[in-house]
């Protein structure tokens, strides 16, 4: 079993940067397929983006696609998400999960343990 923590969540203005983190323990992150995803007020849990155990491949929502950029570092059992040119659309909860599949996954169902989540508001 695996437990994550997100961090790195807050009030940003429109336009900034934010960059979340998601930290591991009980179990090496490396084992894993490690996802973002994100769930706004009124809204189901969207994928954002995915990178595997090596880092080597890496997936991206269209809608973040060109701006977020997620990578890890397997010594420090964390994944990061580094979010630029925020708009208020990506105000969300954002969650971390793990996937123990061989290839990368988009749906919530597919994961198998999740973080608790941060909150990334931006405003206009």
């Known amino acids: 079993q695996v437990q994550l923590v997100e961090s790195g969540g807050g009030l940003v203005q429109a336009g900034g940067s934010l960059r979340l983190s998601c930290a591991a323990s009980g179990r090496t992150l490396s084992s894993y397929i490690v996802d973002w995803f994100r769930q706004a007020p009124g809204k189901e849990r969207e994928f954002v983006a995915a990178i595997t155990r090596s880092g080597g491949r890496t997936d991206y929502s269209n809608s973040v696609k060109g701006r977020f950029t997620i990578s890890r570092d397997n010594a420090k059992n964390t994944v990061y998400l580094q979010m630029n040119s925020l708009k208020h659309e990506d105000t969300a909860v954002y969650y971390c999960?793990?996937?123990?599949?061989?290839?990368?996954?988009?749906?919530?169902?597919?994961?198998?343990?999740w973080g608790k989540g941060t909150l990334v508001t931006v405003s206009t």
């Open positions: 999960a793990v996937d123990s599949a061989l290839l990368p996954h988009t749906i919530p169902s597919a994961m198998d343990y």
